[in-house]
């Protein structure tokens, strides 16, 4: 069953000789959070800033519930947004923040207390309802622009990378918290981030955009598991991108192992194959052969070790968790092996190199 | 061990010179009013400096000088104080409520286009004020017009603009787009949203403006001189015609009461832009 709340239809938007979007088509599902990722320059706040309306889009049109929407403007649109900077009323306390949205609705003093005091507790802050807005912390901040965005019931919840300025910890439970909302209130949101790992844990579904193009629109796990091209597989996590041929039998050759190879790959064909770093494993190698590697960097994060080992004229990270026991150092030689299930094959388009 | 070029609570490098600097600034910038106050307290018809006997025998004349008609002089200090604070009055609403959305309008354009327009509006300051004053004068004798007190209104106008417009514009300067956005989000319509979130915000600029378009309007002499007629004259032209023959001590009392007020305003334009704007 498809519920389309809002759907893109071939949304394009140049500034002077500049694309920032060419012909964005995405339909997001009623209730889903939906993550806009990529790096900067992307297009992903301009395409933010498409949908709430502060930007026109210079092609395409937005649907919202099946009506067209372009020509609405953005105080009309009702859809609450938090901004990069928070953008909090400082001549305001924090329930005259929350409550402005309510005041330019027209309803009564009593409706606007309660529905402050609904969201204030909702935000688990439910004693800070007159103080000034300088005299919150910054996750508090953060809180009280969510609130405010809330108060109104938007149609649409944007968020523009509105966590990037916490450190990481509180970042961390505020993640936490913003999903833990938007299935309280089953409000469509669609967040602005350049940060992966909040966009996987956030996101229903992860768009990633890059060049002003969606690269692939689909959920967090497939993204990360069949990126849908090399710049995708690039940007989502550590993965390594490695130059290939596919022989005559239509297998491919990696760091010494063969692999068969779906049959669209045409033998003789270069290719770029995508291995994430945790897919990688390390034994070591007694001579410099053809596949061995020597280890050039290596660190332990805790978490997992890492390693950057050069093998041929390339540099291909390898990470193992901390439960692993090898140790190598640098200066070791190696010889890798991929998980053949975790890898990801692409046309060879040259930028491969650059990639790494 | 902090090695500081600014005098530190310890004494710095340059903490002398900069003590020596400083007294001299404030001798210079004070002495004219350290004299006035001094002589205004004289008892002397003769003003010589310093006073011998002290009396408060012209702070009393002042007030006479307010209470009782004078037949001797051509406008009455009454009608040329009132004259004074309608224009200052006018010229302090006006310049600011000009200011407003110009300090908005060029603060939300480009840069090339805020910084021509800056320039333009500062102007006034760089005209020596006498040829000023003959433009005006010219102007307004060539439009024949009645104009009463606009005569005088319109030049302060001109003059107190680029210290309004740039009170005004740091006072923009603060103000994000993004918070009329999230205005805008809740359901503000744009001049709603500037109603609501840019004015207050911009508060304190708005204040010190009108404050000092208010002294300077209030003290401006130059062109004034250029513009005064027999029924539309200013305070400080008073003032000049009382002591342009003899030095009338009565006018050095008046001075002082006129100091102490713009005292009292220099303070509160200070404690209102304090850190957040530039005077100039």
């Not at chain 1, 009564?108 to 919150?136: C, F, G, M, W």
């Not at chain 1, 209130?185 to 579904?205: P, R």
Request: glycine share 6%; with cysteine.
């Amino acid at each position: 069953m498809t519920n389309t709340h809002l759907n893109i239809e071939a949304v394009s938007k140049s500034f002077g000789p500049v694309t920032a979007l060419n012909q964005i088509d995405l339909k997001i599902e009623r209730g889903s959070f939906v993550c806009l990722l990529g790096p900067s320059g992307c297009g992903k706040t301009t395409l933010l800033r498409i949908i709430a309306g502060f930007e026109k889009p210079t092609a395409g049109r937005l649907l919202l519930d099946g009506t067209d929407i372009s020509e609405v403007p953005p105080h009309k649109r009702g859809f609450g947004m938090v901004f990069q900077s928070l953008a909090l009323f400082p001549h305001m306390s924090v329930a005259e923040n929350i409550a402005y949205g309510l005041k330019l609705r027209k309803t009564t003093a009593k409706e606007q207390r309660e529905r402050v005091e609904e969201l204030l507790n909702v935000v688990e802050l439910p004693h800070i309802a007159d103080r000034t807005v300088s005299a919150l912390s910054g996750g508090q901040r953060q809180r009280v622009a969510i609130a405010r965005a809330l108060a109104i019931k938007p149609k649409l919840f944007l968020l523009d990378e509105p966590l990037s300025a916490l450190d990481a910890k509180l970042r961390d439970n505020m993640q936490i918290e913003l999903r833990r909302l938007q299935q309280k209130f089953g409000v469509t949101t669609v967040l602005v981030t350049h940060d992966q790992t909040e966009a996987m844990m956030l996101a229903d579904e992860l768009v990633v955009l890059d060049h002003g193009k969606v690269q692939q629109a689909a959920t967090p796990t497939q993204v990360y598991r069949q990126p849908a091209n090399s710049l995708v597989a690039d940007f989502i996590g550590a993965a390594n991108l490695v130059k290939a041929e596919v022989d005559q039998n239509g297998q491919l050759a990696l760091f010494g192992n063969t692999f068969k190879v779906a049959a669209d790959h045409e033998p003789g064909t270069a290719v770029s194959v995508a291995v994430r770093a945790e897919n990688i494993s390390l034994r070591p190698a007694q001579a410099n052969g053809g596949s061995a590697g020597r280890v050039v960097f290596a660190r332990d994060l805790g978490a997992f070790k890492e390693w950057l080992v050069s093998v041929k004229d390339q540099e291909i990270r390898v990470r193992s968790s901390a439960s692993d026991a090898s140790e190598y150092q640098v200066g070791d030689l190696v010889h890798l092996s991929a998980d053949p299930a975790r890898l990801s094959i692409f046309p060879f388009t040259g930028s491969e190199d650059a990639a790494n | 061990m902090r090695v500081g070029l600014l005098p530190t609570e310890g004494g710095g490098t340059y903490r002398f010179a900069i003590l020596f600097l400083a007294t001299i600034g404030i001798l210079i910038s004070s002495l004219p009013v350290i004299v006035v106050t001094i002589m205004s307290f004289s008892a002397s018809e003769y003003s010589s400096f310093p006073p011998t006997e002290f009396s408060f025998r012209w702070y009393l004349e002042v007030v006479q000088l307010f209470t009782n008609e004078d037949p001797s002089s051509a406008q009455s200090v009454v009608d040329s104080t009132l004259t004074s604070l309608l224009v200052a009055f006018l010229v302090m609403v006006i310049s600011t409520l000009v200011c407003i959305p110009l300090a908005y309008a060029l603060a939300r354009s480009n840069r090339n286009l805020r910084e021509g327009m800056e320039l333009l509006f500062t102007l006034p300051l760089v005209f020596p004020l006498v040829m000023l004053g003959i433009a005006f004068l010219l102007i307004a004798e060539s439009l024949q017009l009645e104009l009463g007190i606009w005569r005088i209104a319109i030049p302060h106008i001109a003059l107190v603009l680029p210290f309004v417009l740039r009170n005004c514009l740091s006072a923009m300067n603060g103000i994000s787009v993004e918070i009329e956005e999230a205005a805008i989000s809740l359901g503000a319509s744009p001049p709603r949203a500037i109603w609501d979130v840019v004015v207050p915000l911009m508060k304190a600029g708005i204040l010190a403006g009108l404050i000092f378009a208010l002294i300077i309007s209030f003290n401006e002499f130059t062109v004034t001189f250029f513009m005064y007629t027999i029924d539309v004259s200013t305070l400080p032209i008073w003032m000049y015609s009382r002591t342009v023959s003899s030095l009338d001590p009565a006018t050095l009392a008046l001075s002082v009461f006129i100091i102490v007020v713009d005292v009292f305003l220099v303070v509160l334009v200070d404690k209102l832009i304090a850190g957040r704007g530039n005077l100039f």
